[in-house]
């Protein structure tokens, strides 16, 4: 099998399709420290509609893109957030679900992320849980929360080595404290 492919450096953003824009924004910012990097597409601007776009984007036809806002998130992968206008929107997806079904956010104090994350309207699903097997260690834990949209956001840390370290010499990626 052949090795990471040639120039792949990595996840640039994850794109997130929000009932209101302003509102999920505030939403980042209050619960995981997030900044608001540019608006592609400001509220008030002519949406983003047609055929072509509709063929680019693979969406419902009368569909339209409304807005569209870049958040940087700590030190890893941004956040673009889309709020769209289309006939039939579905709710997010469960975890049971085919496709991608959560977002993980390393923070570094879990009771405080996740009493910021409480804070700001999400719904934090239980208390801690150690990392399973291959990523035990002290202190490495992770738990389950929703945005107040829906969207399953996944709060992890893990500051001790993980026992799959002495199975191979690669690494998860891990992102540099900010500073």
Not at 52 to 80: C, K, P, T, V
Not at 123 to 134: G, K, N, R, T
């Amino acid at each position: 099998m052949p090795s990471a492919s040639p120039g792949v450096r990595g996840i640039d953003h994850v794109g997130i399709t929000v009932p209101d824009l302003n509102v999920a924004t505030a939403f980042f910012i209050e619960a995981l420290g997030a900044e608001v990097l540019y608006d592609s597409l400001e509220k008030g601007q002519p949406p983003q509609e047609g055929a072509d776009l509709q063929r680019r984007l693979r969406f419902l036809s009368g569909s339209s893109i409304r807005a569209m806002r870049m958040l940087r998130l700590g030190n890893g992968a941004s956040i673009e957030l889309f709020e769209y206008t289309a006939p039939e929107q579905r709710p997010p997806a469960r975890p049971n679900d085919l496709g991608i079904q959560h977002l993980a956010v390393y923070v570094d104090d879990m009771d405080a992320a996740r009493a910021r994350f409480q804070a700001a309207g999400g719904e934090v699903f239980s208390s801690p849980h150690e990392l399973p097997a291959l990523e035990q260690g002290p202190g490495n834990a992770f738990c389950y929360a929703r945005a107040p949209w829906g969207t399953l956001i996944e709060l992890i840390t893990y500051p001790s080595p993980q026992p799959y370290e002495q199975q191979t010499a690669l690494r998860r990626w891990k992102p540099p404290q900010r500073g």
